[in-house]
């Protein structure tokens, strides 16, 4: 471990919360926490880690970290696996430990590359008291075929992205190992985030007051693909991309009542972008050809409807553009 970040005593308060949710990741989970022991940092952090009942040496390796570093590696163990059971792990076992003043992700198979990433965030949403959330771009790794994919980029430059941002750019607009939110947001927390703790919810619930403070620093790295993930489930599996379809739709239904119906626009053309790529994946064009229609008739302005193209067919182009300008694609036509 770094010998620069601050380390704990009894009688001083945490500054950042580390949630980790590990399964199965034996090749990866000491790499993960290795990262996040490297941080330098002002502060004290804690780390989460929560096991849930892998069946490798997944809970043997966090052991070994838990026991070198009892004052921040504070582990949950199951006995079984809680997932498969339809708990929502982050709400019952991570949310309520939560002691630091921010609280971070990062899950067992991603990891962070920037040894002063929790600082800088830390800082920055210190000096933004309005906005309750910061995120920044990160690279995506393939593991299937371990290759490097395109990163999460959102914007070339720091920027605050607003709400509607926020919603239209669905689930994968950052990378959830990116985020540091303020613990304070789970106080009283809206039904909407409460009975659904998806990436997307997690970032609209963070972005609803000052909408997401964004670093353009790539500053963690998020594995795609891993044997039995979300990204590895969604791939290969029909009925789950079903289901996960419909908890989306109801997630942005309550987030519409939420917010008293203030960004139904923006809702309606995420669901109905949602549908229509469900559509496609699951083979069903003609279907697929009659929602893209209603898309683009309905809630789309000329201006997205060539963003939502050029990300869906070439997204290296819209990057080419961000890194060549220093200005977001979605700024021309200002």
């Not at 002691?99 to 962070?112: I, L, N, R, S, V």
């Not at 939110?181 to 809206?190: G, K, N």
């Not at 007051?209 to 979300?230: E, F, N, Q």
């Not at 220093?326 to 021309?332: G, I, Q």
Request: hydrophobic fraction near 35%; charged fraction near 25%; proline fraction near 2%.
């Amino acid at each position: 471990m770094d010998n620069q970040m601050k380390e704990s005593t009894n009688d001083e308060k945490i500054g950042v919360s580390v949630i980790c949710n590990t399964y199965n990741h034996e090749k990866y989970i000491a790499k993960t926490l290795n990262s996040i022991l490297e941080q330098r940092t002002e502060f004290v952090i804690e780390v989460l880690v929560h096991d849930d009942a892998s069946t490798d040496k997944t809970a043997d390796i966090i052991r070994d970290f838990q026991y070198r570093f009892p004052d921040i590696i504070k582990p949950v163990y199951q006995k079984k696996n809680q997932y498969s059971m339809g708990v929502d792990i982050i709400q019952r076992y991570q949310f309520p430990r939560v002691k630091g003043k921010y609280f971070a992700f990062c899950e067992g198979d991603d990891y962070w590359n920037d040894p002063y990433k929790l600082q800088k965030q830390y800082d920055e949403l210190e000096l933004h008291v309005d906005i309750d959330i910061c995120a920044h771009a990160s690279y995506v790794l393939n593991s299937s075929k371990k290759i490097r994919m395109n990163d999460i980029v959102p914007a070339a430059k720091n920027t605050i992205f607003s709400m509607s941002e926020v919603i239209r750019g669905g689930g994968g607009f950052v990378a959830t190992n990116s985020l540091l939110m303020r613990a304070s947001l789970l106080d009283e927390q809206p039904d909407f985030f409460k009975k659904c703790s998806l990436d997307y919810s997690i970032q609209m619930y963070g972005a609803l007051k000052g909408g997401m403070l964004y670093l353009s620093d790539k500053m963690s790295t998020y594995r795609y693909m891993i044997a039995g993930s979300w990204s590895d489930r969604t791939e290969k599996d029909t009925v789950y991309k079903e289901k996960q379809l419909n908890i989306v739709m109801s997630l942005l239904r309550g987030v519409d009542e939420y917010t008293e119906h203030q960004y139904s626009q923006d809702i309606s053309m995420v669901m109905s972008k949602e549908r229509y790529n469900f559509l496609m994946e699951t083979g069903s064009y003609r279907m697929a050809r009659h929602e893209q229609k209603q898309y683009f008739k309905t809630v789309c302005s000329a201006k997205d409807k060539i963003y939502n193209y050029c990300m869906d067919y070439c997204p290296w182009f819209v990057i080419l553009v961000q890194r060549i300008s220093k200005k977001s694609f979605r700024e021309y036509g200002k």
